[in-house]
């Protein structure tokens, strides 16, 4: 693959040295990547696919490329990322997945200008793995070093609030063929569907969630409020 591919509205196919990434996670693991907003990932040459807005894009233009990745006769399965007008609790997950396989978990802790984690566990086969992708998640967090006073309150915090059950559930990185990913888009409370290309392979892909609150343009949310206790 070229160093310097052209952008596909479709494929969304980017050199990660173009995009910064919030969020991001390539799929593949059992349980991947944590990172805040404000923390960009790791320059890299290497091109590759990606699921999710860029970082300064206009979001009505990331919805109008991902109705746009759904366009198509064939029946090849594609990874799919799958975005929510709002935040779902874990228990809602396989409904919202409408018996598509669901391979990645989004979850972030929504708090008025305090940046959190976003969390992206990957899950195995099955509702019960996907429902407590939230434990996951708040496992993971509590396992992250932090560098701070500031940044050990928002950990204990998003711990706290996973645990709890809160509506925490920002995205699902899905598997299905065209028709059924076009079925899922029409389905209420459901944002967009952005679907890779066929050729995607699992874990060469990167996922930068379109959260259920983003609005106008792709941004890093303000970190300059209080932490609340609980």
């Excluded at 059924?180 to 459901?190: E, F, H, I, P, Y």
Aim: aromatic share 4%.
């Amino acid at each position: 693959m070229p160093a310097e591919p052209p952008t596909e509205a479709s494929g969304r196919r980017f050199p990660l040295r173009n995009a910064v990434i919030y969020g991001a996670a390539a799929i593949g693991a059992v349980i991947l990547l944590v990172v805040a907003f404000g923390e960009p990932a790791p320059v890299s040459p290497v091109a590759t696919d990606r699921l999710g807005p860029a970082t300064g894009e206009q979001i009505q233009q990331y919805l109008d490329d991902a109705r746009d990745s759904l366009f198509g006769d064939d029946t090849d399965p594609r990874w799919a990322l799958v975005s929510f007008t709002e935040y779902l609790t874990a228990p809602q997950i396989p409904a919202a997945a409408d018996g598509l396989r669901v391979s990645g978990v989004i979850q972030h802790v929504p708090v008025d200008r305090v940046q959190t984690p976003v969390v992206t566990v990957a899950v195995p086969a099955g509702d019960e793995p996907a429902v407590k992708s939230a434990d996951a998640a708040a496992g993971l967090i509590a396992a992250q070093q932090v560098r701070d006073a500031r940044s050990g309150e928002i950990a204990r915090l998003a711990e706290s609030r996973l645990r709890a059950g809160c509506a925490c559930t920002a995205g699902l990185v899905v598997r299905g063929t065209l028709p059924q990913l076009r079925d899922l888009a029409t389905r209420s409370g459901v944002r967009a569907v952005q679907a890779l290309p066929a050729d995607a392979v699992a874990g060469r892909f990167a996922v930068s969630p379109l959260l259920p609150d983003s609005a106008d343009v792709v941004t890093p949310t303000p970190d300059d409020g209080p932490v609340p206790s609980e």
